[in-house]
Structure formats: C-alpha cells, structure tokens
C-alpha cells in the first residue's frame, strides 16, 4: 500500500497465541501485581484519628509572641505591615504609660493589631520583617467561617497566652542566624 | 568665579562658596551626606564629620593636596581645587568610621522612634555604616522629657548636631535651650524645666536630623510610610503657609515644613501651622508630593491613583428605571 506520509503508523494484526487465547497467565500475573499493593506501606491515613505531621517549614496562621516575662514583644514599628505583599497587616500603636512595663517590651506598643486572613497569603516576609521577634508563622491553622469579618483576627486571636504552659512553640521556624542575634548582648531589647 | 573639580566632574562657583555648596550645585550622588550643615542656618555646619572630603589639589597656584581630609560643609572652594568624594575609597573608609562615632551612642529603637523612615541618620548608615555594632559599652540613657507643649526631646537620640541651637537663635526671637556641659557628657536642654513655646519653635523638630526632637501631636499616631505627603498651603499671617500634609485618606496626620533633595527645608513654618490647623478643611491641597523611589514612603505610595467610583451595578439599573 502506498503510504501518503511517514506519520501514519501500520498496525500489527497478528493472531493470538494459545497462551495468549486461555487469558490465565495474564489474569494471574494481574492479580498477583495486585495483591502485592495489599502489603506495601499506604499513602493515605485515616485522617480524624490519626494527623499527618506538619512539615518543618509550614506556614499557618500568625502568632503574636510575647517575651520570657510574658510582656507583649511588639512594638508596632510596622515593618511587617510595609513588607506585607497582600497588606494584609494593620496597627494602631499607643503609648506605654507608667505601671504598663509587665504587659508591653517597649515605650510603644500594639494597641490594635489586625491581619485580614482573607488576604494573608501566609509568605511569612511578616515574620521576617519583624526586628523584635514578635511574629511567627505557626502551624495552626485558619479555620473556615461563615462571616467575612470573622477572619480578621485582631490581638484576641494572634497574641500568645501569659501562662507559661500554653505559650507556643516556636523554635522550628528560629534559624541558626536568628538565634546568634538572640544572643547578640549589644542590642538593647536582648538586655535583662 | 572659581573653577573646581568634584569627583572628575568641574563646575564653576562664586568665590567663598564651599565645597558642598559647589557638590550640591552638581547634585546626584557626589553630594557629601551632611548631618549638621543646614543651608538656611548661618554658622551651622564642622560638627558631624560626616561631609569629609579629599582634596587632592589645592589650588592652580598651590596644587599639593591638602594633608588630611577637609570638611566639605566649611571648606571654601579655590580656583583649580580637585575635590574627591565618592571616587576616594578613603573618604568612603573614612565616612563608615564616622557612622561608627555617630552611633555610638544613638540607641538602635528604630522600631520605636517617629522618625524611623525619613531619618537622615538611618539613611546614612545604611548607605555608609556597618551592619552591626563593635562597641559593648552601654549608650546614654536619658527619660524622654517634653520641653513645650508640642515638641518631645529624646536626648538619647541626639548626634549634637546643633541645628536646633541655630534655629532658636535665628528664626525665633528668644532661645531657652541649649546644650549643657561639655564633651561626652553634652546634652540638649533647657536647663530648669523650660518650656519652648516660641512661634517657630516647632521648626526645630523638621530641621533635627535624628529623632531627638520629635512632634508630640504626631507621637506614635503612625509611621511616615502609612502616610501620603501631599504639599498644602493656607493662609497665614506669620509664615508662607506651604506645608506637607501627612495624609491618611481624609485625616491629615501631622504638618510639617517642605524639604528640599537634600532634606532641608524649603521654608520654616509656623507653630499655628504645624500644631494648630489638622482638619482637612483648614488646608488646600495642591497633589502629591515628590517622593523618592528609594524611600520607604514611596512603598505604600501610588502616583497617578484614581480613586474608584462607587461600585452599585443594581444601583445603576434602579437609577434607569426610575
């Protein structure tokens, strides 16, 4: 047969052997590929019961850190707000008044601090913006909601618990660098 | 009229004009940073070390070069002078050490301080000083005290600059501050509890280039780079009435004086001005001002924004079958 084009492929129309024609060779061979996956480690987890571990590197949901002596390390410098991408970030700052030195690090702090986790795209340039080790990225996660202003969350939301058992643990996402800074005495906020 | 060379570049100057005027007549980047010399405040300028220069020939007439380096803020030009700034790598040495001596005891609290954004001091360490700090001696450490009703003196802040000495002295008919004691131990102060509140007084807060001086109506409200600076003017009776109005939507936030490329202000305002007027309808707004790409003012800063109309299609449908 005349081929137009070398495009065209010819198909091969050969007969079936006899080992072929009985099929039982290839259903065992089949099934034993089959039962063979039965013993193999599986790829799912039986989600409720059982949580697949977070990777090292996760990023969810802000948190606000507070320092060894449970005083609030932000100082609403806004260098996160500025380095936000999606300008997800707010604040209002206010002014530390005398008998105010337990709850907040510096002369100023957050009085409002807000993160639409609407916009949020959780790149974490927050955190590292941040000159005072206020904010980290956790693995907590945001949960869904049926109102939009629910996913605002203000300092209610983000801002880590006083008590010392439920702080949160943050030293995953601490780097090498950042915990070389910590120990930095010359800098005036790493001062006891 | 005398000829000179900045940086390979010759420009031609009166007589008795220094070095940085002449650098500034070039402009761009072979202008020495000056953190004490202010253009408008005669005697200002020899303090901060940090406009030194190289001159690497006299004059026509004398052409060695000048033994040390010279600061270029108080230097007069000569005919034939050859001035070296950003093409001496010791000059660039020799500014990252003067960053050094300025910082030592400028408390690092950027995050803190009013002036984080636009301060002449942060910008030039960033271009010119060292990442991290080699002394482990503490800084001073003064309480922030209020010299007047508006203006707020962090003397930990201070660089000793004396501008604010210049400006009480010359734009203000009675100065009640100035700096006590001597040497490391200098401070700014009003000796016993003085209160500044002089007509334009409150120039001393635009002309200060760190954040030692400080707007007390303005304290903590914001940082500069939430704001949009919008030149605005009215009428007044004691200034020119041309101000920058630091906006956040409708709000104006803080007034001050209009700066120049070089950070110094075009004219000094009055304290009505800047205190007083902060409603919006106290104010024409001329449009935007100039800011520089590389400032962090420009980073929430949209040129050329047209604001939306109000987005209402069922609106829109109602209004016609009406």
């Known amino acids: 047969m005349q081929r137009i084009s070398n495009k065209s492929i010819i198909v091969s129309d050969k007969t079936m052997s006899f080992r072929e024609k009985i099929y039982l060779p290839a259903i ?23 949580k697949r571990e977070f990777s090292a590197i996760y990023r969810g949901r802000q948190v606000l850190k507070r320092d060894d002596e449970g005083r609030e390390r932000c100082t609403a410098c806004g260098l996160c707000a500025v380095a936000c991408p999606a300008e997800a970030i707010t604040m209002m700052a206010a002014e530390r008044k005398t008998g105010e030195e337990n709850s907040y690090r510096e002369e100023k702090y957050a009085a409002v601090y807000e993160i639409n986790m609407l916009r ?56 090498p660098e950042m915990l070389a800074f910590k120990q930095e005495i010359n800098l005036r906020h790493n001062k006891k | 009229m005398v000829k000179v060379t900045i940086d390979n570049i010759p420009i031609e100057v009166e007589e008795g004009t220094t070095i940085l005027n002449a650098a500034r007549k070039i402009g761009g980047k072979i202008v020495p940073p000056a953190m004490c010399y202010y253009s408008k405040l005669a005697g200002s300028g020899g303090k901060c070390r940090t406009c030194l220069v190289k001159v690497a020939k006299s004059s026509a007439k004398d052409p060695r070069p000048m033994p040390k380096l010279v600061a270029s803020c108080s230097t007069p030009v000569q005919d034939g002078m050859e001035v070296l700034n950003i093409t001496s790598p010791e000059v660039i ?10 910082l030592i005891n400028h408390p690092l609290d950027c995050p803190v301080c009013d002036q984080a954004g636009e301060c002449d001091l942060q910008d030039l360490s960033f271009s010119h000083g060292m990442a991290n700090t080699r002394t482990i001696e503490s800084r001073r450490e003064f309480p922030p005290t209020d010299i007047g009703p508006f203006i ?14 210049y400006v009480a002295n010359q734009i203000t008919d009675k100065r009640v501050h100035g700096i ?33 001086l400080t707007d007390k109506t303005f304290r903590f409200k914001s940082r500069v780079w939430f704001l949009k600076p919008m030149d605005a003017h009215r009428q007044c009776t004691k200034c020119s009435g041309r101000v920058t109005a630091w906006m956040f939507g409708d709000e104006i936030y803080r007034i001050t004086g209009r700066k120049d490329q070089f950070g110094e202000m075009e004219e000094f305002i009055c304290n009505e001005c800047r205190f007083g007027k902060k409603e919006f309808s106290d104010w024409i707004i001329d449009g935007p001002r100039k800011i520089k790409r590389q400032s962090v003012i420009s980073a929430s800063y949209y040129e050329n924004m047209i604001k939306p109309s109000v987005i209402n299609p069922i609106g829109e449908i109602m209004e016609e079958t009406e």
């Open chain 1, 28 to 50: 065992i061979s089949g099934m034993i590929i089959t039962f063979s996956h039965l013993f193999r480690k599986k790829t799912t987890i039986r989600y409720p019961e059982v």
């Open chain 2, 93 to 102: 040495e020799t500014r990252k050490a003067i960053v050094e001596f300025l």
């Open chain 2, 152 to 165: 707020k003196l962090h003397m930990n802040r201070c660089i000793l600059c004396y501008r604010c000495i």
């Open chain 1, 120 to 175: 949020c795209i959780f790149c974490g340039f927050c955190e590292e913006a941040c000159p005072k080790e206020a904010i980290f990225l956790t693995e907590k996660l945001v949960f869904s909601d049926y109102e939009r202003g629910n996913f605002i969350y203000g300092k209610q939301d983000l801002l880590e618990p006083v008590d010392p058992q439920n702080r949160i643990d943050v030293s995953k996402r601490e780097t």
């Open chain 2, 180 to 212: 006590l004691f001597r040497g490391d131990s200098s401070e700014i102060s009003t000796y016993i509890e003085n209160v500044i509140d002089n007509d334009f007084s409150g120039n001393m807060i635009d002309v200060c280039p760190v954040g030692a």
